[in-house]
């Protein structure tokens, strides 16, 4: 099993966002891309999960293209996703969140459950406990009949992150799930993606948070301006000159924006003494 981007392309009128863009992701590892703001990351994903059309190229998973395909053919397919921005269902509880994911495989034994009640209840049994289950794992069964909404931001984004998980995805698809998070949640959200690592699943992560790349993905993809800049694990990353420069600028761009650091914190301290 594979995904594969083939020659890539988003554009917007004359905007394009996405240029070209061929890479390949494999399961088993963990995998991210990084990039500055407006480098693509999110279109990428967006595109991927079907939130977004493809204008040119081909996203083929499994030699399957997806490009084609509705959002829900594509989820039906194995691809998961969270959101920058969280998307519960805020007035549902935290177990109902995660209990509605099971409906595209039950729909066709929903009145079988109505009209057999031992076998409706059965189903509901064995649906609580395979979310529960989730819950436990990303230490959230104590929110289990709490809304949503009402959950701490942090709790929230696990929940996300839980309720992707539900199908046992094949792709989940991770946008920025570190955003918003303090060091101690995050740090614990690194270690739970890590146990998520599997041999049957592709993980693509987005994120800003270069400490939680470079310690949990296995391969990163740097985008640029829609381009893809470059790729390979985080060592390589790291060392490339290109990636370097696109992040940090040049070494004269650096000692110019310490300079100027500098002088604003200098003549921030003349102001304070002076109003002293």
Same mark, same amino acid.
């Given at each position: 099993m594979t995904l594969i981007f083939q020659n890539i392309r988003k554009q917007y009128g004359s905007n394009v966002a996405i240029d070209d863009v061929s890479t390949e992701f494999v399961p088993g590892l963990i995998h991210g891309i990084i990039g500055p703001n407006g480098a693509g990351k999110?279109?990428?994903?967006?595109?991927?999960?079907?939130?977004y059309a493809v204008s040119s190229g081909a996203i083929v998973l499994d030699g399957r293209q997806m490009q084609s395909l509705k959002k829900y053919e594509i989820a039906n397919s194995g691809i998961a996703r969270t959101y920058q921005n969280i998307r519960l269902f805020d007035q549902m509880t935290a177990l109902e969140n995660l209990e509605v994911c099971y409906y595209p495989t039950e729909v066709g034994a929903t009145w079988r459950e109505v009209l057999w009640?031992?076998?409706?209840?059965?189903?509901?049994?064995?649906?609580r406990e395979a979310c529960m289950?989730?819950?436990?794992?990303?230490n959230l069964?104590?929110?289990?009949?709490?809304?949503?909404?009402?959950?701490?931001?942090?709790?929230?984004?696990?929940?996300?992150?839980?309720?992707?998980?539900?199908?046992n995805p094949r792709v989940l698809l991770l946008d920025e799930p570190a955003a918003?998070?303090? *060091? *101690?949640?995050?740090?614990?959200?690194?270690?739970?993606?890590?146990?998520?690592r599997s041999p049957d699943r592709i993980m693509i992560i987005v994120e800003h948070d270069m400490d939680l790349v470079m310690t949990l993905c296995?391969?990163?993809?740097?985008? *640029? *301006?829609?381009k893809l800049l470059f790729q390979g694990t985080p060592a390589e990353v790291q060392a490339n000159p290109d990636v370097q420069l696109a992040y940090l600028g040049t070494a004269n761009?650096?000692?110019?924006?310490?300079?100027a650091a500098q002088d604003r914190r200098a003549k921030l301290g003349i102001r304070a003494r002076q109003r002293s």
């Open positions: 999110s279109t990428l994903i967006n595109m991927t999960a079907g939130s009640p031992p076998f409706g209840r059965s189903q509901r049994e064995r649906r289950e989730i819950l436990r794992f990303f069964q104590g929110y289990a009949s709490a809304e949503a909404g009402s959950l701490p931001y942090g709790r929230q984004r696990m929940l996300e992150i839980a309720r992707a998980l539900v199908m918003g998070l303090n *060091h *101690h949640e995050t740090a614990e959200l690194t270690a739970k993606l890590a146990e998520l296995d391969r990163i993809v740097v985008m *640029h *301006h829609g761009d650096i000692d110019e924006i310490r300079a």
